[in-house]
Every structure is written in C-alpha cells, then in structure tokens.
C-alpha cells in the first residue's frame, strides 16, 4: 500500500511531533554577516576563515531559531555526515540526538526533509 502525504499534511504531522511550527525558525546562512555575534564566536570563535572554509567545502548552514531555547547550526556535509551545534555555548550534537530532540526520530524523517520543507532561503 502506497500512502502520499501531501506537503500541508506533511507539515502539519512534523507540527504535531516536535510540539510548534518549524515554518519561520529554520533559516539559510549563506554568509558571515547572516551570524549573530554569539554565533560567530562560540562556533567559529570569530574566525570568518573557518566559516568561508566550511561553506565553500560544503555549501550553505541553517539556523534552528529558538528552538527548546536554543539556536542551533546545522550543515550537511558528505551525505549522511551532519555537522550540528548548540550556538549558545559551540557544543556539537549528534544527528540521531538533535532527531530525537525534535520528535522526529521515530519517524523515519531526515533531517534533510525537514530543512527542504520548513527552511526559508
């Protein structure tokens, strides 16, 4: 049996999971200046080399805005590899973890599903 969820309905399931609207809290950084003075510090500890390195390695990051009271970055890198960490204090989390702190690792959801449906560019 084959079951299409259609994009309001797919939406609306991942609302129901992680508790509130993802729509407006995941956004595209594509550049040093979309970084917050916090972020740029804990993540990257002020070093615009490094972020230019790792965008030009693996392309754009996405902010999780206040998310269970947090900012977290996330960047695909070679596939299944994520880089995601807690900006507030530059901590990496693993992918399964950061899943499972959104509801959504019984699913079956990626993480790259969630950011192609929710994230604005």
């Known amino acids: 049996m084959i079951v299409i969820i259609t994009e309001n309905k797919f939406k609306s399931m991942v609302t ?3 508790g509130y609207d993802l729509s407006n809290r995941i956004e ?4 040093w200046e979309n970084l917050t003075g916090s972020e740029k510090r804990n993540v990257f500890r002020d070093r615009k080399d490094i972020f230019n390195h790792y965008q030009n390695i ?21 596939g299944q ?3 995601i960490v807690d900006t507030s204090n530059g901590i990496e989390i693993d992918y399964y973890d950061f899943l499972q702190m ?3 690792d019984m699913l079956g959801i990626s993480l790259r599903k969630i950011i192609d449906e929710f ?3």
């Open 58 to 78: 693996y392309g754009p990051m996405f902010i999780f805005s206040n998310f269970k009271g947090h900012n977290y970055l996330v960047q695909n890198q070679k």
């Open 28 to 31: 595209m950084i594509t550049s």
């Open 16 to 18: 129901k999971m992680v």
């Open 81 to 83: 590899l994520w880089f």
């Open 102 to 104: 959104l509801n959504i």
């Open 119 to 121: 994230a604005e560019e």
